[in-house]
């Protein structure tokens, strides 16, 4: 049986059509710098870079990551990707902001997306990636001091800058809630919301560092510790696992930490999650599509961009009428009904 020359040209056109989209994608290539946390850091670099792994299971995409060892990296780090080889240059983290702003002026035809930082006025060619932390800070504050047994939670930074310190002020005013709701004192020590006052241990990598906060906040009184520390949250995991859950619990933030520290994934109550992959992902599709724009993508609970993480092994712990308290929170603070600023 003959095949019409029509049929043909149709098939023939369709192939042509999926070799030029095919080598579309496997053209388009996004390329990560990283804080000094490093690639596999259970945290934000992880998470990002996850985006940029389900952009290449997605749409068949090249990716690359460097890694900072220090914060005099980050600029040789990015000028080393510039050039033509990335379609897209993400940064992660606070203190890349500097270096990325410089980058991104200098050259104005490169695309550039950060993440946990946003530029005012904005730059045409920086898509800055933003958290409304606080809102799922909120949540966890409630939630441990629903849980605590002795009524006193710990909370500590790692460097004071706004991306750390939010999580702090949702904690601390998420604790304060409950206890205007309840009538209770459930103290937070480390940190100070209103005086911008607290513990932080001023790195990104010591979990030695992580492991004696914990403990010094343990030794006061404290049952729930929540690290805002990347890498430094795991010596405060590894101090819980040994005192045991009954004794200390850890809150995680950036990833579900009870995904990504198994090890330790039992002494985790929550985390504060930040969707930085889906994030990612999407600023990579705008790239890819023509879309993409200087400004801000704001992740926030109404679009799913930060969450609470499920309990997991603690489930038990929290009673359903503390999860039933938690929903309603959460649906107050999409409907604006419940502030979480000032």
Known sequence: MSVSTTAMKRFGAGICAWFSA????????????????GIDDNSFNQTAWKGVL????????????????????????????????????????????????????????????????????????????IYATDEAAFLAGYLAAGVSKTGVLGVFGGINIPTVTVFMDGFSRGAAYYNAQKGTNVMVLGWDPET??????????????GRAFAQNLYDEGADIVLPVAGPVGLGSA???????????????VDADLYFTDTEKQ????????????ATVLQVIES???????????LGSLANGGVDLAPFHDMDALVSDSLKQELADI???IIDGAIPVRP
Request: glycine content about 10%; overall charge negative; charged content about 25%.
């Open 22 to 37: 095919a080598s579309i994608a496997m053209a388009f290539s996004a390329c990560e710098v990283t804080d000094t946390g």
């Open 196 to 209: 911008k006052e607290g513990l932080f241990t001023n790195n990104f990598d010591s979990l030695d560092d």
């Open 330 to 332: 959460r649906q107050g």
């Open 54 to 129: 389900d952009a290449q299971e997605k749409h068949n995409i090249s990716g690359r990551f460097l890694e900072s060892q220090a914060e005099t990296d980050y600029e040789a780090n990015i000028n080393s990707l510039l050039g033509g080889e990335c379609d897209l240059i993400i940064t992660v983290g606070f203190l890349l902001g500097d270096a990325t702003k410089s980058a991104a002026e200098t050259n104005p035809e490169q695309k550039f997306s950060i993440v946990d930082y946003s530029y005012d006025p904005a730059i045409a060619n920086v898509l800055g990636q």
């Open 238 to 252: 590894a101090l819980a696992d040994e005192l045991g859950t009954d004794k200390l619990k850890i809150i995680g």
């Open 266 to 277: 039992h002494v985790y109550l929550t985390s504060i999650t930040k969707q930085m992959d």
């Open 287 to 297: 790239a890819m599509d023509g879309t993409f724009k200087g400004g801000n993508l």
